[in-house]
């Protein structure tokens, strides 16, 4: 089982459409015997949590895992150089940024020419950039100066997530993308992954798009095993709550809980219902 870990739930930003909705941090030690036990179990472990690198401790985490790429909103990195000698020695090679071009002003988010400062020093240090993209009903027409400008970074990968309506984002339903612009955004990725070989860029919707037409994610779509939330993927906050996915941390989608080393698996989620992303069938 692919077991997500968040370990803190604390952020120097506060984006307005921020999915997060679990509170508290776990103690850095903790969170290392955590991995132990995981990996010992023979589960994959991804680290996670809202701005990591307000603890650099968590750090060894990574490195137990076998984690090499870290999320970050850029901020502590553009104050503190010496924050990448910290992940190279943890074995951190490639790190995870977020532009939500067209859209960040409107979303609070942390501002693009910081997090533009932070790819271009990163780059310089040879570090391998993803640039991860929210896509609302405001930016989605526009993925392909999305892709220029990713390549303009020397990005290796842009990954879009589509808005989800909940956490701090369940008051900006308009943001929200209907399924014809749904289709549209899939277009544009198809028309650009011909412009764009994967040796230049890697252009890679998240899986909380739904499955694309033709694709195989929409054959397993119609076998009712698109989505692997709670049997093959679980997360794990910092109270040892157990949820199906990252997406859907509110108390009402607890599932389970982690107990002396085990995932504890109490109940389904939507009577095992998986032809879609399950974030957009819980709202």
Excluded: W
């Amino acid at each position: 089982m692919q077991v997500c870990l968040f370990v803190n739930s604390e952020c120097n930003a506060r984006c307005k459409h921020c999915c997060l909705s679990y509170s508290g941090s776990r103690d850095p030690e903790d969170s290392l015997k955590i991995v132990k036990q995981l990996r010992d179990n023979r589960h994959k472990v991804i680290i996670a949590g809202s701005e990591i690198l307000l603890n650099p401790e968590y750090l060894k985490s990574y490195q137990r895992a076998g984690q090499n790429y870290l999320l970050t909103n850029g901020i502590i990195l553009d104050r503190d150089k010496a924050t990448y000698d910290l992940l190279r020695k943890h074995g951190i090679e490639e790190l995870g940024l977020s532009i939500h071009f067209g859209i960040q002003r409107d979303l609070g988010s942390v501002p693009e020419d910081l997090v533009v400062r932070v790819i271009k020093e990163s780059r310089r240090r040879e570090f391998r950039i993803k640039i991860t993209t929210t896509i609302t009903s405001g930016n989605y027409s526009i993925i392909e100066q999305m892709c220029e400008k990713a390549t303009g970074l020397d990005a290796y990968m842009i990954q879009f997530f589509r808005f989800v309506s909940i956490g701090r984002g369940n008051t900006r339903g308009e943001l929200a993308l209907s399924p014809e612009q749904v289709d549209e955004f899939f277009a544009q990725v198809e028309e650009l992954r011909k412009k764009y070989p994967k040796s230049i860029l890697e252009i890679r919707p998240h899986g909380n798009f739904g499955p694309r037409p033709g694709s195989k994610g929409e054959r397993l779509a119609k076998k009712n095993r698109y989505c692997p939330a709670g049997k093959d993927l679980v997360v794990i906050d910092s109270q040892n709550r157990v949820y199906g996915c990252p997406f859907c941390m509110s108390p009402e989608n607890v599932i389970g809980r982690y107990e002396d080393g085990k995932i504890v698996i109490e109940r389904g989620i939507l009577k095992g219902k998986r032809d879609t992303c399950i974030a957009h069938l819980l709202i």
